[in-house]
């Protein structure tokens, strides 16, 4: 039985888990590194009068509570004292959490302020972040920043930052907003109800953040939270942090945090109601119809069944408001990941992610899409949170029909896992889709987690999928290992995909595999530069396919790089790539007329890659490879500038481009872009995204205007047009394949969204 080598690997892990576990444990609940050090900590105080939420903490009742000062570097002179002084006082009452920060700097005209906008990504600005590991388990927690413009910045770490998301930025996401898979790890797109305000004058900044209870989950008894505190100073990219955090490492690695004692958090029984009224008019213009008009009602209602259990509930689900897909050019025989961006699937994501790096068992874009278009969701409910010590997540959805694109169908998820001791965890997940006549895809899983001592972290699952069609071979397995140090980081992985492997509610781009991969990388430290990352890194795809040789190399790289690195943030990559493409079947490169025969197609690929300093008023990126390519050439790459002269406008353009030369045809591919934002207050702006794709022969332009409110609720204008050319995007024998020009789609979007409080606000 192939799966044996998984079933043998985590019988392994558990056997040893519990006296691992126990030597650990100690160290792990100390909180204060590898040296045993116990915790940094501080105490909340309880006041009667609540501060005024201004940006200016100098009410008395901020003076009741102790300072938390002293701040460590992290980088980049880790281990050394902060180059400005940050205090920090916390406050609560019956109602909320207080949260006063007093970020002095002595060249206060030269703080980097960053875009005017929710969740901008905070690492290209001054800012304040906190993270409360409110079950105190040093593995899960709340995060909330802002920057000197006032923004609400905030998200969920799950598994110390660790799980199946990988972030995907790029493109015109200067936020880096969005997770693919599941959303492990952190998710910034999680949005809760709060409030945050800023000053500045000539001795540095202030914030003020009211979090109320309500808005966070928490245990029966918690007088004592995980509490640690980072300042970025963007001038000099410095971080530093309230609890000392090793360099290796960053502020989601919560057994590092210190301790907020005092707390008295009351549980009271929260429910709200957030319903969205939407009109639209659109026109599909591939069909034979005129412009349609529509209104719709829905909305959602959480329940706080437990302090720590949430039960949200969903009916008419509309997306509407959310950001388009960036476009990705693919020049590979295998989907592409666009990651999630719902809100509804969004938050506590993390309780659902098992897998990742190219098999997420469950994927919840598979829900309500498919074929890239959208499918109406009727309904549905989600509970999830801890109780019983257990993190917990039972999800329920059910779409409509869309003609000719997918029947009514049900998915169910269910989600299991156990937080150990020295960031550990052990769990399971079901997933099932049940559609008409009886059709359904089931996925099970395990999975386990095994924190050694401070640097080593090895996780395993094993998985099978089942339906009426199942031809066997329905088993994935999968064991990694990371280990790091400040110098050193060291990554294995070995992974099994049966051929029969089907999980429909994952992402899976290829099945009928095994896969090994490690990557090894060294950090120096120079006076003259910030860091150097030389670094080597390896991965192969072996067949495991009926009628395909066994070992059959479908997909290998070997990646020699090392990254410069700059004080201000600059970079530049030098590398090179070796990469193995075998085709044990023809397949037509997207766009054009080419197709890739069969065989094994081997050669080396020089790349360069360009980062200025992302927070400067100008700035750039850049990719060029060149070298060969399946059975030919190519050259080209990406590269992005952007420009952002103030807190309340930015621009950016980007283009991605690639020249190929095979014996089968010469082709170009290109994807063109721009963006722009107006930012008039951290609540209302106004955004465009234009695209060009010759893949698809066609521009798409998406203008949105939002006006929030609490937690990403509030007014959201939208309009959305799509042409397409003539335009010949495959040159070959046999000539270029066209596209009929003219306005392809085109909509008009109003839509409007509230959350009341209707128990305990």
Known sequence: MRSSPAIIAAATVLVFADPVLSQNSEAGSAGGGSDGAMPTTATAVEVTEAPIIDGRPDEAVWRQAGVMTGF????PFDGQPASERTEVRVIFDDEALYVGVWAFDSQADAITYGERIRD???????????????????????????TP???????????????????????????????????????????????????????????????????????????????????????????????????????????????????????RRLATVTPYVLGSTGRDYTAATGFSQDGNLGGEVKLQVTQGLTLDVTYNTDFAQVEVDDQQLNLTRFSL???????????????FSVGGGGADLFFSRRIGIASGQPVPITGGARLSGRAAGLNLGLLHIQTGGETGLQDAHGYSVARLAKELPNRSRVGGLFVNKSGPDGDFNRTYAADVAIGVGEAFTLSSFVSATDDPEDPGDGYAWDLSGNWSSRTWTFTGTAREIGQGFNPEVGFLPRRGYRYYQYYVMHRVHPSWLREIRPHVS???????????EQGFVESSRLHIDSHWEWPSGAQIHTGANFNVEGIYEPFRILGTDVVVPEGTHQGWESQLVFNSNAAARLSATSRINFGSFLTGTRWGGNGSLTFRPNASFSTSARINYFNVDLPQGQFQTALLGMNFGYFFTPRIYLQSLVQYSNQVDSWSANLRFGWLNTAGTGLFIVYNDVQGF???IGLNPDGGRFVESGTLARSFIVKFTRQFNVLGG
Not at 230 to 255: A, G, H, Q
Not at 337 to 351: D, I, Y
């Open 72 to 75: 460590t570097q992290r980088v």
């Open 120 to 146: 901008y990504e905070v690492n290209q600005s001054d800012a304040i972040v906190f993270v409360l590991d409110t079950y105190n388990d040093d593995q899960n927690g709340f995060v909330f920043g802002t």
């Open 149 to 267: 413009t006032g923004i609400e910045y905030d998200g969920q770490v799950a598994n110390e930052g660790r799980g199946g998301g990988r972030f995907q930025g790029g493109g015109f996401n200067s936020r880096q907003r969005f997770q693919s898979g599941s959303g492990g790890g952190f998710n910034k797109n999680w949005d809760g109800s709060w409030t945050v305000a800023t000053t500045t004058d000539g001795e540095g900044w202030y914030a003020e953040f009211r979090i109320p209870f309500n808005t966070l989950r928490y245990g029966a008894n918690s007088e004592t939270w995980g509490f640690n505190v980072i300042r970025r100073i963007r001038r000099l990219n410095e971080e530093s942090f309230w609890t000392p955090v090793p360099r290796e490492f960053n502020l989601y690695r919560l057994n590092y945090a210190g301790d907020l004692e005092g707390l008295q958090p009351p549980f």
């Open 337 to 351: 990941n666009f990651p999630e961006k719902r809100p509804f699937f969004l938050e506590n994501a993390g309780f």
């Open 538 to 548: 390896f991965f192969t795809y072996r067949s495991r396919k009926t009628g395909i």
């Open 726 to 728: 003539d335009f010949p």
